[in-house]
C-alpha cells in the first residue's frame, strides 16, 4: 500500500489545518489506518487511529477535542483536522496503515506495515 500524505504547513497557535492521507491501492480503505508524529528531537509518537469502517476511533490525551480522525473510503483517504494547534504540535506527521485488527495495539507503531512519506506541520507562538 503506497500512501501519500499532504496538508501540512506554517500556522499560527490557534489556527487550523487538514492533514489527507490518500492510497491508490483499494484494500487500504478495509485497514485500520491511523496518524504519528515525530516533534523535532523526539520519538514519534502516535496521534489518532481510525478503523475500516470509521466506526472506531481513538487519540492520543493531548489532541483528544482538539483533533478529528476520520476517513472517506470511496476516496480511498483519512484525514486528520486540527484545531487549536499549539506550538506544540509541531511535527512532521505520517500516516501508517496496519493489516491486523484495529483493536490491537493501535498506538504502537510496530503494529503498521505501512507507512507515508510525512507532512511538516509548523505552529508558530
Known amino acids: 500500500v503506497q500512501l501519500q500524505a499532504s496538508g501540512g504547513g506554517l500556522v499560527q497557535a490557534g489556527g487550523s489545518l487538514r492533514l489527507s492521507c490518500a492510497a491508490a491501492?483499494?484494500?487500504?480503505?478495509?485497514?485500520?489506518t491511523a496518524w504519528f508524529r515525530r516533534p523535532p528531537g523526539n520519538e514519534r509518537e502516535f496521534v489518532a487511529a481510525i478503523s475500516w469502517s470509521g466506526g472506531n476511533r481513538d487519540y492520543q490525551d493531548s489532541v483528544r477535542g482538539r483533533f478529528t480522525i476520520s476517513r472517506d473510503n470511496t476516496k480511498n483517504t483519512v484525514y486528520l483536522q486540527m484545531n487549536s494547534l499549539k506550538p506544540e504540535d509541531t511535527a512532521v506527521y505520517y500516516c501508517?496503515?496496519?493489516?491486523?485488527?484495529?483493536?490491537?495495539?493501535?498506538?504502537?507503531?510496530?503494529?503498521?506495515?505501512?507507512w507515508g512519506q510525512g507532512t511538516q506541520v509548523t505552529v508558530s507562538s
Open positions: 501508517a496503515v496496519k493489516k491486523g485488527s484495529f483493536f490491537r495495539e493501535r498506538s504502537s507503531s510496530s503494529s503498521y506495515n505501512y
Open positions: 491501492e483499494d484494500t487500504f480503505s478495509t485497514s485500520a
